[in-house]
């Protein structure tokens, strides 16, 4: 998974609660991003960084919020969660060169009551 | 109207023949095209790459894009059971956020 994991890889939560989904990279590439991946919608660009503090949304921002304090880490937080965000999350990396390809991590299943 | 559409599937082919994968696109300033593979359960995968008109040929795998026709396909010559997955065509118009807009994949079996 090109030097890329999340954590937690599995997590049930209840309607209304916090959560904070962790993007860890080793490729110290420049461009980072969060997808969900639901039937019937393919993936789903939620937001992405392209440099430490430098952040935007993407398609279905709503409801989610992003950090990225250091390179290596990409942060995804709801901060209430409902169960709309019932998904499975992915981290994609991209180095910003002449290529616009993306790698992704594992993804993490998200599950909430 | 979908920016990506692929064709809606599923598809099953015999082992040994040619799978093709369809996807076309709407924004004509697109620059940038991928395929990637997806296992049941598992992330994707990236298996081609092209930006230019015409043909771009790896191993099994042939893409070819028509930038004209805003159309992109996979060939996937010599199909094994092992290629059955869900692929996934992906777009970028370039640009400084160098997004990716996918379609919402095709699922390919190969029939022993």
């Known amino acids: 998974d090109a030097g890329i994991t999340q954590s937690p890889r599995h997590k049930v939560t209840e309607t209304g609660t916090p959560v904070t989904l962790r993007c860890h990279q080793t490729?110290?590439?420049?461009?980072m991003y969060w997808y969900r991946q639901d039937p019937g919608h393919g993936l789903r660009l939620i937001h992405y960084?392209?440099?430490?503090?430098?952040?935007d949304k993407g398609e279905v921002s709503d409801g989610y919020s992003v950090s990225r304090s250091k390179t290596e880490d990409f942060l995804l937080t709801l901060e209430s969660a409902t169960s709309s965000q019932t998904s499975v999350y992915f981290c994609?990396?991209?180095?910003?060169?002449?290529?616009?390809?993306?790698?992704f991590g594992p993804g993490t299943r998200l599950t909430v009551t | 109207q979908k920016e990506v559409e692929q064709n809606s599937g599923p598809l099953s082919v015999p082992e040994g023949a040619i799978a093709s994968l369809n996807c076309t696109y709407s924004?004509?300033?697109?620059?940038?095209f991928f395929w990637y593979r997806q296992y049941s359960g598992k992330s994707p995968e990236l298996i081609m790459s092209?930006?230019?008109?015409g043909d771009k040929e790896d191993g099994r795998f042939t893409a070819q894009l028509n930038k004209a026709s805003q159309y992109v396909s996979l060939l996937i010559r010599d199909s094994q059971p092992s290629d059955s997955a869900t692929y996934l065509c992906a777009v970028s118009r370039g640009g400084s956020a160098r997004q990716l807009t996918f379609g919402s994949g095709t699922q390919l079996t190969v029939l022993p």
């Open positions: 490729e110290n590439h420049r461009y």
């Open positions: 994609a990396i991209s180095d910003g060169g002449r290529s616009y390809e993306q790698y």
């Open positions: 924004d004509r300033v697109s620059q940038s």
């Open positions: 960084s392209y440099g430490v503090k430098d952040t």
């Open positions: 092209i930006y230019s008109n």
